[in-house]
């Protein structure tokens, strides 16, 4: 199958978008990209790189998220991204934390679009798959308008084709990473002129979108829509991103029928050593809304720790649901 364009991702996600949930995922849409939680070049390069790198080959279209400022490290990651197969490498410029800037990567480099423009070269100059960016729209004091102007003409000067813009500044103090998803304005209309201005680049939009109704508006001004927690929250709502994004009339599955589809997987990741509880956690939003959900949710996160417990567990909790 052809990979599908950016018009709808799923966010980076420290924390919650592994190979587990990646793959539960894919189920419900075939189109959509997907984005591994953001990895440092320092884990790649000097850690357990198998451990960040592996994925199945049903994850694809994905792209690697990597941390990181130094050129030479990135072209280094990027080549290894090649090697595994994925289908795009990311770079992170939009994640405020203290412990992201001391590793001198992530919003604060917004400042430093000069810096991009080389890793974005040195990447480039290593393998043959779209480097792109996924940055804010400014930082602290910055003025938002010049600050993603001169941010989007630097590096896209070095090869950069795709950015994905989260349309709020980051505060690098005195908000935490969570108030930094929430607290500053959205300013959707500046991406939108960023667009207008670069008609020759991707742009897609991230921040604050809540449905794919959101999407399809976004989309008469943009490339693509990135989604994040309403995503890992509400993941069923991947059920409408094929008709209604990409005009791919595939089956609509149940929830029961996502949830059937991916016990082949637990089974076989539990045979190679893995928990349920790694897998289950990824779960719990599946029956959002739905009679029985709280009973659904109550039944995994009470008992998916227990030693042995498998597949049966989740189908003791899925008769707790209403929905067929």
């Keep these: 199958m052809a990979i599908s364009s950016r018009r709808f991702c799923v966010a980076p996600m420290l924390d919650w978008t592994d190979r587990h949930e990646r793959y539960f995922l894919r189920i419900m849409s075939a189109n959509a990209w997907l984005y591994t939680e953001m990895v440092t070049v320092s884990a790649l390069i000097r850690g357990d790189n198998h451990r960040y790198l592996q994925f199945d080959s049903f994850e694809h279209p994905i792209a690697l998220q990597v941390g990181g400022s130094d050129p030479r490290d990135l072209a280094i990651c990027a080549k290894m991204a090649e090697d595994y197969g994925y289908d795009e490498v990311n770079i992170n410029v939009g994640c405020p934390s203290e412990r992201v800037q001391k590793g001198a990567f992530?919003?604060?480099?917004?400042?430093?679009?000069?810096?991009i423009a080389e890793c974005v070269d040195a990447?480039?100059?290593a393998v043959d798959i779209p480097i792109t960016v996924k940055n804010r729209i400014g930082i602290d004091d910055q003025n938002e308008d010049e600050s993603l102007r001169d941010f989007i003409k630097?590096?896209?000067?070095a090869g950069c084709e795709t950015f994905i813009v989260h349309a709020r500044k980051a505060w690098l103090k005195g908000l935490s990473p969570k108030e930094n998803r929430d607290i500053p304005p959205l300013n959707y209309d500046l991406v939108y002129q960023i667009k207008k201005e670069y008609p020759e680049l991707e742009i897609i939009i991230n921040g604050g979108i809540k449905s794919i109704a959101a999407c399809v508006d976004?989309?008469?001004?943009?490339?693509?829509?990135?989604?994040?927690?309403?995503?890992?929250?509400?993941?069923?709502?991947?059920?409408?991103?094929d008709s209604t994004i990409y005009g791919d009339k595939s089956e609509v599955l149940t929830r029961k029928q996502v949830l059937r589809q991916y016990f082949p997987y637990v089974e076989e990741q539990i045979k190679q050593g893995s928990e349920l509880k790694h897998m289950s956690r990824h779960l719990l939003g599946l029956f959002l809304g739905q009679s029985g959900a709280k009973a659904w949710r109550r039944h995994i996160s009470e008992n998916a720790h227990k030693k042995g417990v498998g597949v049966e567990l989740l189908e003791e909790a899925m008769a707790m649901v209403g929905e067929d």
């Design 123 to 125: 990447m480039r100059s």
């Design 154 to 157: 630097v590096v896209s000067e």
């Design 218 to 241: 976004h989309l008469h001004y943009v490339d693509g829509v990135m989604l994040g927690r309403e995503v890992y929250h509400n993941p069923y709502l991947l059920m409408q991103v």
């Design 106 to 115: 992530g919003a604060c480099l917004m400042a430093e679009p000069s810096l």
